[in-house]
């Protein structure tokens, strides 16, 4: 990592510093995150992921730092930059419809002061048919589903049309089927060359979903191509005491106890994670 000036990244963190109470949650973090990767931040609890996130967005204040997306300070960029927290961190009772919550995604590029018109309409609906929640546009947010309210979520990011996405655990509390759609859309804005860096915690679904990996406890461990940087040492590295092993799935034949769920092998070619 330098601090030279590299407009072919999509995100550059540079010596990130952020502390609560004087307490380091992140300390001195260098990230370079290349444009059209679709990127998992893992690591475990309290390591600072999220936290990483809302740095680079402004949402917690650093103590120290730089924060570059596409070459220039995330405020003169914040039209390039779509976000999904964490679904807990939303109030899900606000009386509003889906289609209201979608076309919410478009208020960076109206301005508050101009209301949603045909054109907003139009691109909630058509991002509300690529998660399959078109059917419920007009439904209240309260009545849907974990699952249906992470998808409304991905819809009103869509709409705003960004460069750059940060989705804070956006499998979190989904069913299988949500899952396999909300991935296959973010390999979609991959295809796109849009960048997707994602709050993630299966280290088995890893190597299938993405294609980029920062490891991250505190300080940062690893960044890179998911080949190279998610390894059985760094892995170690940034959960310690709290993995007993992470074992390579071996080629040969699986043995006597390939059915066995206590036995298996998990997704990404890494064994069962035993806490």
């Known amino acids: 990592m330098s601090d030279e000036l590299r407009t072919d990244l999509a995100v550059q963190v540079t010596d990130l510093t952020v502390a609560y109470r004087d307490r380091p949650v992140l300390w001195d973090i260098d990230l370079d995150v290349p444009r059209g990767k679709l990127m998992a931040i893992l690591g475990p609890n309290g390591a600072g992921k999220t936290t990483l996130i809302k740095a680079i967005l402004g949402l917690v204040p650093a ?44 208020y960076g590029n109206l301005g508050w002061l101009r209301r949603p018109g045909r054109r907003e309409r139009d691109l909630a609906l058509a991002a509300l048919t690529k998660v399959g929640m078109e059917e419920y546009a007009g439904r209240q947010i309260s ?68 294609d980029w990996v ?10 890179g191509p998911v080949a190279e940087a998610f390894t059985d040492e760094n892995l170690r590295l940034a ?25 298996g ?4 070619g890494f064994g069962r994670i035993q806490p």
Do not use: C
């Open 265 to 268: 092998h998990g997704i990404g």
């Open 214 to 223: 920062t490891l991250l406890n505190v300080r940062r461990i690893a960044s």
């Open 143 to 210: 009545e849907l589903s974990g699952g249906q309210q992470q998808r409304v979520f991905l819809a009103r990011a869509l709409v705003q049309d960004a460069q750059v996405y940060f989705m804070d655990e956006p499998f979190q509390g989904v069913d299988a089927r949500t899952e396999r759609a909300i991935i296959e859309l973010l390999k979609d804005l991959r295809a796109q060359n849009r960048t997707v860096i994602v709050v993630h915690h299966d280290l088995q679904t890893v190597s299938e979903y993405f």
């Open 63 to 106: 103590a120290a730092g730089r924060v570059l997306v596409h070459g220039d300070s995330y405020k003169k960029q914040r039209h390039l930059v779509g976000y999904v927290p964490q679904r807990g961190s939303v109030d899900w009772d606000f009386p509003t419809t889906v289609l209201d919550v979608v076309q919410m995604g478009r």
């Open 239 to 263: 959960y310690g005491g709290r993995m007993g092993f992470l074992q390579r799935q071996a080629p040969a034949d699986p043995g006597p106890h390939a059915d066995d769920p206590d036995q």
